[in-house]
């Protein structure tokens, strides 16, 4: 008895344990996508500045001031962070202009001005934030209450600045006909079909309606 009593009162707080191989790849793989939790890229950069608490307190403040630390050496991280930080927001408060900033930063991680800070193809984060842009940009332009994605031409407010969207109408025509009513398809589930058919790449799937010319 005294020998166990002696061995738990020398427990550490950091320990390690094997965990089976599922189990260790499902911890590795969590993001705000698959399990509605930040990431563990974001969360360490969150512990790198103290801010752990803060965000679980106040996110947009502590959204506010890792925007505002932009340029500085560990920019990449922060664009990813700011990316996963603001889709995990706009989800929490229905706030559609939250999304269109992850899709924004997303963009910025994926393509910054010089190229030589791009994430490489074995970089973990880039499949994320293809995923983070495309569900985002869906999200963020879809009629509050509603399914349908509003693609007109307009200028939409943001918590940083604004976005002007612009439309190339003739983007609309295919095939004799203009589409209409467009619907993100990143949400749907299809069932009666054994294959769906998915072609990788970035933007927004979209269905549409065909109207005649």
Same mark, same amino acid.
């Given at each position: ?11 550490? !707080?950091?320990?390690?344990? *094997?965990?089976? +191989? ?11 996508? =698959?399990?509605? $939790? ?10 790198? *500045? ?10 947009? $403040?502590?959204? #506010?001031?890792?925007? =505002? ?8 991280? %922060? ?6 930080? #603001?889709?995990?927001?706009? $989800?929490?408060?229905?706030? +559609? =202009? ?13 393509? !910054? ?11 973990? %984060? ?21 399914? $349908? ?5 307009? +200028? ?9 969207? *612009?439309?190339? +109408? ?7 006909? *203009?589409?209409?009513?467009?619907? =993100?398809? #990143? ?8 294959? %769906? ?9 979209? #269905? ?6």
């Amino acid at each position: 008895m005294l020998i166990a009593f002696f061995a738990g009162g020398c427990a550490t !707080p950091v320990g390690v344990k *094997h965990v089976d +191989q599922e189990t260790a790849y499902r911890t590795l793989d969590a993001n705000i996508l =698959s399990n509605g $939790e930040p990431s563990a890229y974001s969360r360490q950069l969150l512990e790198r *500045h103290a801010l752990i608490e803060r965000y679980q307190n106040d996110p947009a $403040e502590v959204i #506010s001031e890792l925007y =505002s630390g932009l340029g500085k050496p560990d920019e990449r991280d %922060r664009l990813f962070a700011l990316s996963e930080l #603001s889709f995990a927001f706009a $989800e929490s408060k229905q706030d +559609q =202009s939250y999304f269109l900033l992850s899709a924004i930063f997303a963009y910025a991680f994926l393509f !910054p001005e010089n190229s030589k800070d791009a994430p490489d193809a074995y970089d973990p %984060r880039l499949r994320l934030a293809v995923d983070l842009y495309n569900q985002g940009l869906a999200n963020g332009l879809t009629v509050k209450d509603g399914d $349908e994605v509003d693609l007109t031409q307009r +200028q939409i407010p943001l918590s940083f600045g604004s976005l002007d969207l *612009h439309v190339d +109408q003739e983007g609309f025509r295919y095939g004799g006909y *203009h589409l209409t009513k467009f619907v =993100s398809l #990143s949400d749907l589930k299809v069932r009666g079909l054994r294959n %769906r058919y998915r072609e990788a790449g970035i933007g927004a799937p979209l #269905s549409a309606r065909v109207e005649p010319i």
